[in-house]
């Protein structure tokens, strides 16, 4: 089961940056909905190491 | 009377993406094929009855504003032209009640599509009718 990345705000009730798997979407076009741009297959990556400023006075 | 008035909020989704904010018109065709059931010794036509089923022959019809911007308009509306896909219409955008019911239709093949549709002046609208398939209505 693949699992997608959600990568627009049009999606019917999930937001940006929601996963949801193959299941969740049948009888949809899938793959057109990829190619749209409203999904990815692409794995969320972990972000850096977050970097931490302090202020200097 | 209670009526109902179209202001601003019939919650539209095609193939899942909710194009509620571009739509500017929508219509839910529910047909059954109509059978004719007459026979010798009838005085009027019958159509149907209760041993006859005939087929759906639903149509869904939407106007769309068109964008042309990433996940808008025609990137959703492109890649559907001769596939099948599944609509879902609601009166509102509130939660599916009685009183808001929702209509899905499943197995939807849309034939064409405007991808421009241009007017000087104007803004630039496309008409989509989705057509066969099976439809619900879901009150819960």
């Keep these: 089961m693949t699992t997608y990345i959600v990568t627009s705000d049009r999606l019917n009730g999930l937001k940006r940056g929601d996963?949801?798997?193959?299941?969740?979407?049948?009888?949809?076009?899938?793959?057109?909905?990829?190619?749209?741009?409203?999904?990815?297959?692409?794995?969320?990556?972990?972000?850096?190491k977050p970097i931490t400023t302090e202020q200097k006075d | 009377m209670a009526t109902t008035v179209y202001l601003s909020n019939p919650a539209v989704t095609i193939n899942s993406v909710d194009l509620q904010d571009q739509c500017t018109?929508?219509?839910?065709?529910?047909?059954?094929?109509?059978?004719?059931?007459?026979?010798?010794g009838d005085s009027a036509r019958k159509f149907g009855g209760s041993a006859v089923t005939?087929?759906?022959?639903?149509?869904?019809e939407v106007t769309l504003f068109q964008s042309y911007a990433a996940s808008e308009t025609e990137a959703t509306i492109f890649g559907l032209t001769g596939i099948v896909t599944t609509l879902?219409?609601?009166?509102?955008?509130?939660?599916?009640?009685?009183?808001?019911?929702?209509?899905?239709?499943?197995?939807?093949?849309?034939?064409s599509h405007t991808p421009i549709n241009a007017s000087l002046g104007e803004l630039s609208e496309i008409t989509l009718t989705f057509s066969g398939g099976a439809l619900t209505k879901a009150t819960s």
Excluded: M
Excluded at chain 1, 19 to 47: M, P, R, Y
Excluded at chain 2, 26 to 38: G, I, S
Excluded at chain 2, 88 to 111: E, H
């Design chain 2, 88 to 111: 879902v219409l609601k009166p509102t955008s509130a939660a599916v009640s009685a009183t808001n019911p929702s209509y899905t239709l499943t197995g939807a093949y849309l034939s």
């Design chain 2, 25 to 40: 018109s929508a219509v839910v065709n529910y047909v059954y094929e109509q059978l004719e059931t007459t026979t010798f």
């Design chain 1, 19 to 48: 996963t949801i798997e193959t299941a969740d979407l049948a009888g949809f076009n899938i793959e057109h909905l990829v190619e749209a741009g409203h999904l990815s297959t692409q794995k969320a990556t972990k972000s850096a």
């Design chain 2, 54 to 60: 005939s087929l759906q022959n639903n149509t869904i």
